[in-house]
């Protein structure tokens, strides 16, 4: 069994699927193991780590995609500048496991169940207790909120933290995060360490203790309708519920030092939590960060990819940020897809068993069918759309 890593063309993308302490791991288990030659070296994991690990390097591309039983990936397969189909060097039956943003990009999908390859797309992985260690959306999403807070502090024209000094007493800065799922809460969390005072808010109720036990004040605002859907994820809220949450953020929004901004709901653009007059009330000097800025963004002057300073506000609108941290991520995203891959794997043979509902749940396509009805729906609206 042939496990290949491939490197990532992106230009924005720094991570690597494996990093060599787990290629050491499954080497270990009987897995061959090959790396793309500098697959890591923009994380800092070098052709002579992997190999020490035991992995073999692989210079020729086309070689490697064509020959691996499992393809790893971290972003989805692409059409490379020279002509060449990353997609079409992959063989019938192979798996392909990354990041393959299924829902945003339904056309990857289709082309990956006609070249009948089995995609396995770490986006779709349930969010339950026995799938949290192959959860690489969390792992990902905890490093943005992480990093969102230090760009958003370094972009301060302030401190963080109260300091009282011989020349007077700082106030400490007040941050205000924008919904409270993995990346928000990580936010609060560093947010507090380095000293501020942090405020939070989120449409799902349920968060309110989880906000509370970091240290923040939780903005709570009462809404009429049933705010949360399957798997713990927020809905879509009603124009009347819109409009009552914006009434109450405005204040705290207003009062804040630093916004940081992480409201998604899967499979749709990024809701508006902050319109442009609620940025034209905020103090000049103040900071927002738009964690959805790839998603259209949460604040309706975001850039995304850019930093503006909008009549005095600096919006900070970044893209892809896990990448910025790359040993990191990339070492939490190798251990998510090495736990995925045991349930892939028996006595060394591919074993897909879609009656385990990780696989049924993250298994986008096989056998040249696309098996997730959400994916196909997505795919369905984007042929009408055209
Ligand atoms: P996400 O990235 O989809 O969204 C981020 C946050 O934005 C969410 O908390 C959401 O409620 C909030 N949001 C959406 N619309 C909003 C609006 N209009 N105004 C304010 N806030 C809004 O979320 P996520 O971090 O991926 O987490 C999604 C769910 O998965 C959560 O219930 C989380 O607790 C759950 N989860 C479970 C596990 C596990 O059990 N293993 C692991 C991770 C996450």
Redesign the pocket.
């Known amino acids: 069994m042939r496990v290949a890593v491939a490197k990532e063309i992106e230009v924005c993308e720094r991570r690597v699927a494996l990093i060599p302490d787990t290629v050491a791991r499954l080497v270990k288990q009987g897995l061959e193991v090959w790396i793309e030659s500098g697959a890591g070296e923009r994380a800092f994991f070098t052709d002579a780590a992997y190999e020490a690990a035991g992995a073999k390097i692989i210079t020729d591309t086309a070689t490697l995609w064509s020959q691996a039983d499992i393809l790893l990936k971290v972003s989805p397969p692409q059409e490379r500048g020279d002509g060449h189909s990353e997609i079409a060097w992959l063989r019938e039956g192979a798996v392909l496991i990354g990041f393959l943003n299924p829902l945003g990009n339904p056309s990857v999908a289709q082309q990956l169940a006609e070249r009948k390859v089995t995609a396995i797309s770490m986006e779709m992985i349930p ?3 026995r ?2 260690s192959m ?1 690489a ?2 792992s990902q ?1 905890s490093i943005a909120g992480y990093k969102a807070v230090l760009i958003g502090a370094a972009a301060l024209p302030k401190y963080f933290p109260m300091l009282t000094t011989a020349a007077g007493t700082i106030a400490p800065a007040k941050v205000f995060v ?7 809460l990580q936010a609060i969390a560093t947010a507090r360490r380095l000293g501020a005072v942090v405020e939070a ?4 109720p349920a ?1 309110k203790e989880e906000v509370q036990s970091l240290g923040a004040k939780f903005v709570e605002v009462k809404l009429e309708e049933e705010t949360t859907a399957a ?4 809905k879509e ?1 009603s124009e009347a519920s ?1 409009q009552r ?1 914006q009434e109450v953020v405005a204040e705290h929004v207003k009062n804040a030092d630093i916004v940081i901004t ?5 499979g749709k653009k990024a ?1 508006i ?1 902050v319109p442009e007059e609620m940025v034209a009330q905020m103090k000049i000097g103040s900071v927002i960060v738009d964690l959805a800025a790839e998603q259209g963004g949460n604040c309706a002057c975001t850039d995304p990819g850019k930093d503006i300073v909008w009549n005095g506000i600096t919006i900070i609108g970044p893209i892809n940020l896990p990448s910025s941290m790359p040993v990191h991520a990339s070492q939490l995203y190798s251990k998510n897809i090495t736990s995925l891959m045991q349930l892939l794997i028996k006595d060394k043979a591919l074993d897909v068993n879609f009656d385990d509902d990780i696989l049924n749940a993250a298994c986008i396509t096989h056998a040249g069918e696309i098996r997730v009805s959400r994916v196909r729906e997505a795919l369905q609206a984007l042929v009408i759309s055209k």
């Open positions: 969010r339950t207790t799938a949290q959860d959306l969390s999403a924008m919904g409270a799922g993995v990346a928000g808010f989120d449409i799902r968060v798997g713990g994820y927020a809220i819109k949450t992480t409201a998604q709901v899967p809701p939590l």
